[in-house]
Each structure stands twice: as structure tokens, then as C-alpha cells.
């Protein structure tokens, strides 16, 4: 295997666990959301504490999600790349007429 395989098939990798990362934040966050809206609902202050903990969790869980979204759109972009195609193309390059 040459090294331009082995690399665009370790950027594929990364950006395989990283859609994995994605997905798993993301649905963290839908359930730290929804633990501060059940929480909230109680006339208990420790209870309101946990929930606004819940809220920053939930707010940091979705910055992850965008985080990863970002760095697995570059990764398409360097391994289109790798294939003759220009950073950000999502296919092969069209032929000029």
C-alpha cells in the first residue's frame, strides 16, 4: 500500500470515529436537556442546581457535536484532495469544456 492510500485511509478512520463522537454527543445532549426540563419542574432548589448543571452540560455536549461536525467536513475535504479533486470538492473534479 503506498503512504497517499495509507494516509487518505487513516483520515477516513479518524473521520469515521469522529461522526462516532458526533452522534454520541449529540445524543447526550438531547438527554441532558431533557433531565433539566424534568428537573426544573420540582419546587426544590438542590434539584434546580442539578438541572442548571444538566443545561451547561447539554450546551457543551452540542458544542462537541459541532466541533466534530466541523473537523469531519475538513477531513472530506483532505481526502478529496488526496484524489485529485480540490479541499471542499465532494467529488471527482469536472472535466472543462
Do not use: W
Not at 29 to 37: G, P
Not at 59 to 86: F, P, S, V, W, Y
Amino acid at each position: 500500500m503506498n503512504a497517499n492510500q495509507e494516509l487518505k485511509n487513516t483520515l477516513s478512520y479518524i473521520q469515521s470515529e469522529l461522526n462516532r463522537i458526533e452522534t454520541m454527543a449529540g445524543t447526550l445532549s438531547t438527554i441532558e436537556h431533557d433531565h433539566y426540563k424534568k428537573l426544573t419542574n420540582f419546587d426544590d432548589r438542590n434539584l434546580v442546581d442539578i438541572a442548571v448543571e444538566e443545561q451547561n452540560a447539554a450546551r457543551q455536549l452540542g458544542t462537541m457535536k459541532h466541533m466534530c461536525l466541523a473537523m469531519t467536513q475538513k477531513l472530506e475535504g483532505l481526502i478529496n484532495a488526496l484524489d485529485g479533486g480540490e479541499p471542499g470538492e465532494s467529488g471527482q473534479r469536472a472535466e472543462t469544456h
